[in-house]
């Protein structure tokens, strides 16, 4: 089955430790993203990736970082800089092309104890 | 920059009922538009989609259509059902090659017997 594969699907965390939630797509798309979202908002995204070994800032990057060593795979590290780092996260990609919608993992639910 | 505008929720309908949730955006250029529905606890699926202006986009009985006049991407359901009950989000996305998405907030959907 091709598809998103986001894991884990729930992750509690201390303050001040990194935690890194793992996305993985085996869709051949180019183009992947984070977002995150928060109870009553909309999605806001984290970083995304057009190719490999490469990636921007999205609108909220800061207490982020990402790689994309892989086309497959698109980890996104949430660092002790976060100030509220609790929060549902979603990754996507995207085929290339104009006008192509984004596919959705299943989340991760991030909680900071 | 960009943005979208829904309707806030929750809308709470009675099964077989008619469903309109409203959407506007503005963006610069010519987006594509999209609707997606979130389920408790999962990712975001798609929709429905529309790239130009008048196109209408529809699946499993819901319709939007693309109205660049009015800046509106409306979701409609003639009748809806129990299983609807979802998060429903309109999003833009803009007409570069890196094709991001800005979502609305999203819009309860509540469906009793």
């Known amino acids: 089955d091709g598809g998103i594969t986001q894991s884990p699907k729930y992750l509690f965390r201390k303050e001040g430790q990194n935690v890194t939630l793992s996305c993985e797509q085996n869709?051949?798309?180019?183009?992947m993203y984070w977002y995150r979202q928060d109870p009553g908002q909309g999605l806001r995204l984290i970083y995304y990736s057009q190719i490999v070994n490469d990636f921007q800032k999205g609108d909220i990057a800061e207490g982020y970082s990402v790689s994309r060593e892989k086309k497959e795979s698109f980890p996104l590290t949430v660092t002790s800089a976060q100030k509220n780092p609790t929060a549902f996260y979603l990754c996507?990609?995207?085929?290339?092309?104009?006008?192509?919608?984004?596919?959705f993992g299943p989340g991760t639910r991030l909680t900071v104890l | 920059g960009d943005s979208v505008t829904q309707m806030e929720g929750p809308v709470t309908l009675s099964e077989e009922a008619f469903l309109t949730i409203n959407c506007t955006y503005t963006?610069?250029?010519?987006?594509?538009l999209f609707w997606y529905v979130q389920y408790p606890g999962e990712g975001l699926q798609l929709l429905l989609k529309?790239?130009?202006?008048?196109d209408k986009g529809s699946n499993k009985g819901f319709e939007a259509t693309y109205r660049k006049e009015t800046t509106s991407f409306h979701l409609e359901k003639g009748s809806v059902q129990v299983s609807d009950s979802a998060v429903y989000f309109c999003?833009?996305?803009?007409?570069?090659?890196?094709?991001?998405?800005?979502f609305g907030t999203g819009t309860r959907l509540l469906v009793s017997p």
């Open positions: 999003a833009l996305s803009d007409d570069t090659g890196f094709q991001k998405l800005v």
């Open positions: 869709l051949n798309h180019d183009a």
């Open positions: 963006a610069t250029g010519y987006p594509s």
């Open positions: 996507a990609s995207r085929p290339r092309g104009l006008a192509n919608e984004q596919f």
């Open positions: 529309a790239t130009k202006a008048d």
